[in-house]
């Protein structure tokens, strides 16, 4: 009997292949910043895995490996044709609450925010945004290297199959990338948990607040060091005070915030909605934050708007913040808002 093609061909079949997507996407996001980027990256390299199933030899290494070995020249290629992507903290100055915010960046210079990726093998802090921004400061071999030995737990011959250089090659650039990286790191946190009930307190406090538009609580619920930023713009600043008075402005007066039905980033998720003429709530001017809850002081929320939001004036008082210091802290990040598919579940509440 001949084999169906379809389902199996020279030792790769179409549930192995698709067994693999969420690794790959997980690989291919780290590597580019980029949700939609990472999709396309994913979709070609499973592609072109199937179209070349004949060449794969499971003695020259794993199905695994060759699908990685596909995924990472995909990225290369995308990576010299794009501007290295980043958060606020990466593109300005700190600036003063009350000081213009500038024009929004194009989407295509932000750390996009998406739902946590399927890639069980890694570490949830290795999918955090300011993470995946810190990567990006990295060549894109050290980043490869790094990604596939720390993150995925490739071994220095699996990586070395991968990015087609040897296991002396991998280690000497992963060296080089935890160092430059030691820097940049974000301090630890910890991953959002919805049965943690002082992590879902902390939430509620914050939530109360903001919806309250209670200028005083939101404002003890914020650490010292809590910095503030509002993507798509390169406007952000640090400390308590400014993020206070950025809140007191009234922009986000009358908001509601929704959870998501995912956590981004490792971080709980929320979508920011205003009531309309009808009382009922408004799509149109929504954005979507994510709070992280790290013990008990939240210091980062967040907002992202869709490119394109209105610029004048502080777009909703939505604002971001990723404190730096000691791991005690609540952190929020976001970046442009996007409707794909791996994180359009952000975009619908609860």
């Known amino acids: 009997m001949v084999a169906d093609v379809r389902t199996n061909f020279g030792g790769v079949d179409e549930a192995a292949l698709a067994a693999l997507r969420g690794q790959v996407f997980g690989y291919c996001y780290r590597m580019l910043g980029g949700v939609a980027d990472a999709e396309d990256a994913v979709q070609d390299a499973l592609l072109r895995a199937w179209e070349r199933r004949d060449q794969f030899d499971s003695g020259r290494g794993s199905l695994r490996q060759w699908v990685f070995g596909i995924a990472h020249h ?4 995308r990576l010299r044709a794009a501007p290295r ?3 606020a903290m990466d593109m300005s100055a700190t600036a003063r609450a009350g000081e213009p915010i500038g024009p929004p960046e194009p989407a ?9 990726p399927a890639d069980e093998v890694a570490r949830r802090d290795t999918v955090r945004l300011a993470f995946v921004a ?8 050290q980043r490869a290297a790094l990604v596939l030995r720390d993150v995925l737990r490739f071994s220095a011959d699996e990586a070395g199959a991968v990015l087609g250089s040897s296991a002396t090659s991998v280690h000497s650039a992963l060296t080089r990338a935890r160092r430059a990286l030691a820097a940049a790191r974000p301090n630890p946190a910890d991953p959002f948990d919805a049965e943690d009930a002082a992590q879902r307190a902390l939430l509620a406090n914050y939530v109360r607040a903001f ?6 609580a939101l404002a003890q619920l914020l650490r010292d060091d809590v910095q503030t930023s509002m993507p798509p713009f390169a406007f952000w600043t640090q400390g308590r005070d400014d993020a206070v008075t950025l809140f007191a402005s009234g922009g986000c007066a009358g908001a509601r915030l929704l959870a998501a039905r995912k956590a981004a980033n490792a971080t709980a998720t929320f979508g920011q909605y205003r009531p309309g003429p009808d009382g009922l709530l408004d799509r149109s001017g ?8 790290c013990a008990s002081r939240p210091s980062t929320p967040s907002c992202s708007r869709p490119t394109g939001s209105p610029t004048s004036g502080y777009p909703g008082g939505c604002h971001r913040h990723a404190d730096r210091a000691t ?4 952190t929020n990040s976001g970046g442009p808002a996007r409707s794909t598919g791996v994180n359009r579940a952000l975009e619908e509440p609860r």
């Open 211 to 216: 919806e309250s538009h209670d200028v005083a």
């Open 134 to 141: 810190a990567l990006q400061h990295l060549s894109p071999q």
């Open 327 to 330: 791991p005690t802290r609540a």
């Open 74 to 77: 995909l990225c290369l290629d």
């Open 286 to 293: 929504w954005c979507w934050s994510r709070l992280g809850v």
């Open 85 to 87: 992507r980043g958060l």
């Open 108 to 116: 295509a210079r932000w750390v996009e925010p998406v739902a946590d």
